[in-house]
C-alpha cells in the first residue's frame, strides 16, 4: 500500500503525511472533496444566480486539492504546493469572509469562505492557520 | 429517507467515531475491534442508501436530487477512503483520523437530510 518512507530518520525535512499530518490531510481531503461537489453542483444548476460566489467555490476546491495533494506526498515540490495552496486559502477565507460580511448584498449564496467558514464550523478559518504551523514545524531538523 | 433511521446512522457513527477519538487519545489501536466500528458505520451508511434508493423507485424525489445523490455517493466512499488512509499512519493520530472518518458520515447524513427535505 502506501508505505513508501524514505531512508529512515536523515536530518531534513519530516513527511507532513505522518503523525498528526495524517489527520490534517484527512480533513483538507474532506474539504477538498465537498468543496468540489458543491462547486460542480452550483455551477451546473444554478450559474446565473451568483456567478462571483460559484467562481469563488471553485477556486475554493482548487485550492484544497493541491493542499490536499500537496501536504500528502513528500519531497520539496509538494512542500512548496502545499505551502502556497495554505497561504492563498488563509488569504481566501480572510478576504472573503470579510467581504462577505461587509457587503451581504454580493454574496445572494454561500462559498465555502463566507462569513470566515462560519457554515463548516469555522474550520476554513482553522485549517490554514494549522496547515502553515505544520509546514514550518514538519520543516525544522529532527 | 426515513428520518427515524438517519437519526440511528447518525448515533452509531457518532459513538463509534467518538469512541475512536477515545481510544487514540489514550493511545490504544485495537485493530480487531476497530474494524468492527467501522464495518458497523459503514453499513448503516449502505442501509440508509439503500432505502432511499428504494424510495425514489416508488416515486419519491429529494428537493435538491443533484446534491443528495453527491451526498449519498460520499457517504458510502468517505469511511473506507478515510479509514484506509488513516490507519496506515500507525500513530495515535491515525487511529484519532479514522475516528473522525466516521464522524464525518454524521455530517453527511444531517446534510442529507436537508437536502432531501
Not at chain 1, 107 to 134: C, I, Q, R
Amino acid at each position: 500500500m502506501g508505505g513508501s518512507t524514505s531512508q529512515g530518520r536523515r536530518s531534513g525535512p519530516r513527511p507532513t503525511s505522518s503523525g498528526p499530518g495524517r489527520l490534517l490531510v484527512l480533513v483538507y481531503g474532506i474539504f477538498a472533496l465537498s468543496a468540489t461537489a458543491r462547486a460542480a453542483v452550483q455551477i451546473a444548476t444554478k450559474f446565473h444566480e451568483a456567478p462571483l460566489a460559484y467562481v469563488l467555490s471553485a477556486l475554493a476546491a482548487l485550492v484544497y486539492i493541491c493542499a490536499t495533494v500537496g501536504l500528502a506526498r513528500s519531497g520539496p515540490g509538494a512542500r512548496r504546493l502545499a505551502t502556497v495552496a495554505v497561504t492563498v486559502e488563509l488569504i481566501g477565507v480572510l478576504v472573503v469572509g470579510t467581504i462577505s460580511v461587509a457587503r451581504p448584498d454580493d454574496f445572494p449564496d454561500a462559498t465555502v469562505w463566507s462569513g470566515y467558514g462560519e457554515g463548516y464550523g469555522f474550520v476554513p478559518l482553522v485549517l490554514p492557520v494549522l496547515g502553515l504551523l505544520w509546514l514550518r514545524h514538519t520543516r525544522e531538523r529532527a | 429517507m426515513i428520518n427515524l433511521l438517519a437519526y440511528v446512522v447518525i448515533g452509531i457513527s457518532l459513538v463509534v467515531g467518538l469512541g475512536i477519538i477515545g481510544l487514540a487519545v489514550a493511545d490504544r489501536r485495537p485493530l480487531t475491534l476497530l474494524a468492527y466500528g467501522l464495518v458497523t458505520v459503514e453499513a448503516a451508511a449502505l442501509v440508509q442508501v439503500l432505502v432511499a434508493i428504494v424510495q425514489v423507485v416508488r416515486g419519491e424525489r429529494p428537493d435538491e436530487p443533484a446534491t443528495f445523490v453527491g451526498y449519498a455517493l460520499t457517504s458510502l466512499l468517505v469511511l473506507p477512503a478515510g479509514a484506509v488512509w488513516a490507519l496506515s499512519d500507525k500513530s495515535k493520530w491515525g487511529t484519532g483520523a479514522a475516528g473522525v472518518s466516521a464522524l464525518v458520515l454524521a455530517v453527511l447524513t444531517v446534510r442529507m437530510l436537508q437536502v432531501w427535505g
